[in-house]
């Protein structure tokens, strides 16, 4: 078994199970350190306009992932069961 069939293997274990409010809680909290943690770089090494532009974007993508990763915990993932 390759490098890529782990991947692929493990990729498909986690999803299609279903997260629990503790991973979501997670994924939520690292979320934000991580949103801080870019916009503070960003802030000291291109000023704050950038900071703020990168602090947008991030929470955009971050609050999409967080919302399809609630659906999926309701829901379940059976289409990739088959």
């Given amino acids: 078994m390759g490098i890529i069939d782990r ?3 493990e990729y498909l274990d986690v999803s299609s199970s279903r997260a629990t409010i503790r991973e979501l809680l997670e994924l939520f909290v ?6 801080l943690g870019a916009s503070v770089l960003a802030y ?3 000023g704050r306009t950038v900071a ?3 602090t947008a974007i991030l929470a955009v993508i971050f609050a999409v992932t ?3 990763q609630a659906y999926w915990a309701a829901t379940g993932r059976d ?3 088959k």
């Fill in 7 to 9: 991947f692929e293997d």
């Fill in 30 to 35: 690292g979320s934000i350190v991580f949103v």
């Fill in 44 to 46: 000291y090494l291109l």
């Fill in 52 to 54: 703020l532009a990168v």
């Fill in 66 to 68: 967080l919302v399809s």
């Fill in 79 to 81: 289409d990739y069961r």
